[in-house]
Structures are given as C-alpha cells and as structure tokens.
C-alpha cells in the first residue's frame, strides 16, 4: 500500500510542475504578444512605447 501511495504523491507533484512550467509558457508568451503590440502601434507614438515594451522583458 505504501508503493501506491507514493505513486498518488509523484503523479500529483510532475502534474503541479507540469501546470507550473505550462503558466510560464504561456505567460512569457503574452508577453511576447505585448511586446509585439507595442511595437506595432501606428502613428509617431511608436518610439515612446519602446521603453515600455523593454520594461515587460525583465
């Protein structure tokens, strides 16, 4: 019984890094899509959104 268990507390522990590493993804993601925005802004405030989109890179 005692495998079983420890089986249960591996699967639940990859699931919650799997979800950890997927949040990650997804959240660099987005900020690659605002850095995009950004930076395809039209008119001439295009070079003043520059630094914001540097700041979202840290």
């Not at 919650?16 to 899509?33: A, I, K, P």
Request: cysteine-free; charged content about 25%; overall charge positive.
């Amino acid at each position: 019984m005692g495998g079983e268990r420890g089986e249960q507390d591996y699967a639940k522990i990859s699931h919650s890094v799997r979800l950890t590493s997927v949040l990650r993804r997804s959240v660099s993601h987005l900020r690659n899509r605002f850095n995009l925005v950004q930076d395809t802004r039209p008119g001439d405030n295009v070079s003043a959104n520059r630094p914001a989109a540097q700041k979202w890179q840290l």
